[in-house]
């Protein structure tokens, strides 16, 4: 069965260092999401991608946000310059959008700023 | 008021039971409605859709009451194995763009 795949697993980083998640959404699939989960708290939307463009994007999706999707596969989601509060699950999901509307998630990328 | 709510629980219900979760949403835009399931640290599954008419898999039934805005899933003859938290997701289309809204989710554990 396809499945989203992201990578690293884990990140630890030091405050103000720039970070690179990577995602590989499920092959065919035409839409692309970043969501982001603090511990202990609820999954909260980051930004939507579609035709290689943001389509929408939270108010937690500042500057210092950016996604991209580099090649046929890959999703991106770069943090510039990562502060304390960035600390999070990062989980990447792809929609096929074939007139269906699940969402699929990937295992996530545990962002650790220290 | 939270756009997605639900009863944080725990339940703790023994193996074999019924259980039920609730949940109600504010914005009357929404479109579609899931549940997820997520287990600890781990990324939220889809569960099933939720349709007005109510639907069924196995031992789950999922409800839509548009009317009321509230959705209900069912977990009938409870396993060990069902013991995750469950979360409320609706789908609220904006500029012809959906995102997902998550609910704080419902913890269940399920005991021998």
């Known amino acids: 069965e396809p499945e989203v795949t992201q990578t690293p697993s884990h990140q630890v980083t030091q405050m103000g260092q720039e970070v690179i998640l990577r995602c590989v959404p499920i092959s065919n699939h035409l839409y692309f999401y970043w969501y982001r989960q603090i511990l202990g708290q609820k999954v909260e939307f980051l930004v939507s991608f579609y035709n290689n463009e943001i389509s929408e994007k939270s108010e937690i999706f500042d500057d210092q946000f950016s996604v991209e999707r580099p090649d046929g596969s890959n999703f991106t989601l770069k943090i510039r310059s990562t502060k304390l509060e960035d600390s999070a699950m990062y989980f990447c999901?792809?929609?096929?959008?074939?007139?269906?509307?699940?969402?699929?998630f990937g295992p996530g990328t545990r962002l650790t700023v220290t | 008021r939270k756009e997605v709510e639900q009863d944080p629980g725990p339940f703790n219900v023994p193996e074999g039971a019924t259980v039920a979760f609730n949940c109600t949403y504010s914005?009357?835009?929404?479109?579609?409605f899931f549940w997820y399931r997520q287990d600890c640290r781990k990324e939220p599954k889809l569960l099933m859709s939720?349709?007005?008419s109510g639907n069924e898999d196995g031992r789950f039934t999922a409800q839509l009451n548009r009317a009321s805005q509230y959705i209900s899933l069912l977990i009938r003859d409870s396993k060990l194995s069902d013991s995750a938290t469950y979360l409320c997701?609706?789908?609220?289309?904006?500029?012809?763009?959906?995102?997902?809204?998550f609910g704080t989710g419902t913890r269940l554990l399920v005991s021998p």
């Open positions: 997701v609706v789908n609220r289309m904006n500029t012809g763009f959906q995102k997902l809204v």
């Open positions: 939720v349709y007005s």
């Open positions: 999901a792809s929609r096929s959008g074939r007139g269906d509307y699940e969402q699929y």
């Open positions: 914005n009357s835009a929404s479109q579609s």
